[in-house]
């Protein structure tokens, strides 16, 4: 059974920076793609970046030179390294191994 556990979410003033962080067990993980989700308050789920086994990365366009992702497969872990958070980044941010496994999601809120 494959376990994925996202860390790292809370509370940020706009403009601020968070860095998320997405545990996968099992050996699995080196051979999906990895990916991050985000479900804003009253919204569907959403695209926020995927990255690829081979390193390749996708980025949603509202996203695009804010945030990077990266992974390291030996740790079975990628990241989301958001900065210059808006308002409209919050959201809960959901892990995916392979679009096959989804971790519980971690809150992201950016306010004053």
């Known amino acids: 059974q494959v376990q994925v556990v996202e860390s790292g979410g809370g509370l940020v003033q706009p403009g601020g920076s968070l860095r998320l962080s997405c545990a996968a067990s099992g050996s699995i993980f080196s051979f999906y793609v990895m990916g991050w989700y985000r479900q804003p308050p009253g919204n569907q789920r959403e695209l926020v970046a995927t990255i690829a086994s081979g390193g390749t990365t996708n980025y949603a366009d509202s996203v695009k030179g804010r945030f990077t992702i990266s992974r390291d497969n030996p740790k079975n872990t990628v990241y989301l390294q958001m900065n210059s958070l808006k308002p409209e980044d919050t959201a809960v941010y959901y892990c995916?191994?392979?679009?096959?496994?989804w971790g519980q999601g971690t809150q992201v809120t950016v306010s004053f």
């Open positions: 995916t191994v392979g679009w096959k496994y």
